[in-house]
């Protein structure tokens, strides 16, 4: 099962980031911005941190994934809400962030595995 964790997750957040950040900063009238921050929001941040879990079921992986997007997501927003700093801009910034820290930290991790 070892074939599942290679570089695919990694590269689909890396380039769902990038893709959101171009349709929130730079290509901010396109068509299809919705599905795409839909998508980064939905899934990534969650799936970001499931990786490092190496479940055996799919299914399993996407349920956590929602779930804890979800749950991060909250947390960052709250904390920008309660320190008096919202800007949605900031928050997707920093969930930008945090996919690519976590995607490095896949990377290296990966990269040590027998």
Known sequence: ???RYSLWWPLTLILST????????????IVVRPVIVMWFLFICPGMAVIR?????????????????????????ASIFLYTGMWSPNAILGLLMAF????????????????
């Open 1 to 3: 099962m070892q074939n």
């Open 99 to 114: 996919c690519c820290w976590c995607v490095i930290g896949q990377v290296v991790t990966a990269s040590f595995v027998v």
């Open 18 to 29: 990038i893709a959101v950040g171009l349709v929130t900063f730079v290509f901010t009238d």
């Open 52 to 76: 490092f879990f190496h479940f055996n079921e799919i299914v399993t992986e996407w349920a956590l994934a929602l779930a804890l997007s979800f749950s991060i997501d909250a947390i960052v």
